[in-house]
């Protein structure tokens, strides 16, 4: 099960757009498989932001979005806000009905 | 309104077993693959275990394999994690969650989450 790759932390000001790398391999995101992301907020169940890449939940914002390009998927916020303020994580079918989480990210309003 | 709450964690000696459960309301467990997902006091998430809808199949990371059993008692809506041969590594939150579309296939992802259940070895 090949891990999935995201910078510590990320930070920017109100209202900026940040984006979220999560790196993988030709076995996972290179393989076209998609990617789902996740927020989670401390003590807190995490919670599902996009799955198939760039699909949203519904009642998830439009400000989060995603898209991915060789064996890398992001995570793009739009106008971020305080309350934006969480761990974020991908995630990654790992084949045979397995799966990967990324190494999650921080993001901190500046 | 769907939802998972997990209850079993606890205190447990290194060597010892627990045995986890997610109870299942708002939607039928038969019809949905469920997973296990844990999380290390300030570490990241570490997807354990899946089944599917039956509870015939099961697929484990290779962390879990051969300790943690995954089931399931579809008939009073409830999944398992027995955990055995626990050691200082196990210790986590653990959550059950449940797939978006059900199978657990290359398409899924986690699209209910139970508040979690602690365990300490």
């Known amino acids: 099960q090949s891990a999935l790759t995201q910078p510590a932390s990320v930070s920017g000001s109100p209202g900026q757009s940040i984006t979220i790398s999560c790196t993988g391999s030709s076995s996972n995101i290179g393989s076209f498989i998609l990617i789902s992301w996740y927020r989670q907020d401390p003590g807190k169940a995490p919670k599902l932001l996009l799955y198939e890449g760039a699909k949203r939940p519904s009642g998830v914002s439009t400000r989060f979005s995603g898209s991915q390009s060789g064996n890398t998927a992001s995570l793009t916020i739009s106008g971020i806000q305080a309350d934006d303020e969480a761990d974020y994580y991908c995630?990654?079918?790992?084949?045979?009905?397995?799966?990967?989480f990324g190494s999650g990210t921080r993001v901190s309003v500046i | 309104e769907e939802e998972l709450v997990e209850s079993g964690g606890g205190l447990e000696q290194p060597g010892g077993s627990l045995r986890l459960s997610c109870a299942a309301s708002?939607?039928?467990?038969?019809?949905?693959?469920m997973s296990w997902v844990r999380q290390a006091p300030g570490k990241g998430l570490e997807w354990l275990s899946g089944?599917?809808?039956?509870?015939?199949?099961?697929y484990y990371a290779d962390s879990v394999k051969g300790r943690f059993t995954i089931s399931r008692d579809n008939s009073k809506n409830t999944l398992y994690l027995q955990l055995n041969s626990l050691g200082a590594e196990d210790t986590a939150t653990y959550y059950c969650?449940?797939?978006?579309?059900?199978?657990?296939?290359?398409?899924?992802?986690?699209?209910?989450w139970g508040q979690g259940t602690v365990v300490t070895v």
């Open positions: 969650a449940k797939y978006f579309y059900g199978s657990g296939s290359y398409r899924d992802a986690f699209a209910v």
């Open positions: 995630c990654s079918y790992g084949g045979d009905s397995t799966f990967v």
């Open positions: 089944d599917s809808g039956s509870g015939t199949r099961a």
């Open positions: 708002g939607f039928t467990l038969s019809d949905y693959a």
